[in-house]
């Protein structure tokens, strides 16, 4: 069964951070890309970060470029988000997703084939 589980979420002060890990099973975790999405209430969901678990490239979105870091511990099956400087506006549910896509800078949802529940980050001004 492929599982993959959110967790680090919470509530933090403007300008805090929070570290976000995804930890996923049931399938071969090197042969994926894994992606961090967020959806804030009555907005898309949007791509902020992805880490190709084969060869350790990242990419980020611009708004998170600079204070959001990806990391990838494949010995663990598991993927961090490391977030700093944290503002309001990155208030969302954050979720994790893998797909074998062809270019992570991309983030087409469509392309995620496996998704997690969601974890919770809100940031007070």
């Known amino acids: 069964e492929v599982q993959l589980v959110e967790s680090g979420g919470g509530l933090v002060q403007a300008g805090g951070s929070l570290r976000l890990s995804c930890a996923a099973s049931?399938?071969?975790?090197?042969?994926?890309?894994i992606g961090w999405f967020r959806q804030a209430p009555g907005k898309e969901r949007e791509g902020v970060s992805c880490?190709?678990?084969?060869?350790?490239?990242?990419y980020y979105a611009d708004s998170v470029k600079g204070r959001f870091t990806i990391s990838s511990d494949n010995a663990k099956n598991t993927v961090y988000l490391q977030m700093n400087s944290l503002k309001p506006e990155d208030t969302a549910v954050y979720y994790c997703?893998?797909?074998?896509?062809?270019?992570?800078?991309?983030?087409?949802?469509?392309?995620?084939?496996?998704w997690g529940q969601g974890t919770q980050v809100t940031v007070s001004s």
């Open positions: 997703a893998a797909g074998q896509v062809l270019k992570i800078a991309t983030m087409r949802l469509y392309e995620y084939d496996y």
């Open positions: 049931g399938f071969t975790f090197d042969d994926y890309a």
């Open positions: 880490i190709s678990s084969s060869d350790g490239s990242t």
